[in-house]
């Protein structure tokens, strides 16, 4: 995976250091979305939080990462040039976040914009509700 980050990047005509490399690594090996701020604690051995941010901003004007909505919380991921398209579900009780691809979904998504007269360049959904875990949680102490 580091091999499509340094060709991304020398592609773009940036370079390729040791933090960028860090901060893409950290993101590939996220479990799903996670907030600038969870990431900078997860790098602080390795990078101070200034060079965190100031990657995770480059990365977003390279198109590199795209901003998710995860349970009403800004978070990032890596975006569809590094991890196949996909959606979420959020618990709104745990904030536990699951993913979710659906070509249906996918194709009746083109479709609304086109009958607006839109071509789609970008989407984003976002369920929330309960998971299985805290359903049980819930309907135990009921």
Known sequence: MTSSITKALKDAGQSVTRPRLQVFEALHRADGPVAVSTLAG???????????????????????????????RPMVELGDRFDPHHHHLTCTDCGRSAVFEDKGLEQVLVKLAMDQGYLLANHQVELTGLCSACRFKIADKT
Request: hydrophobic share 50%; glycine share 10%.
């Open 42 to 72: 997860l790098l602080e051995s390795q990078m101070d939080r200034a060079s965190v941010y100031r990657t995770v901003g480059l990365f977003r004007k390279l198109g590199f990462i795209r901003d998710v909505a995860a349970g009403w």
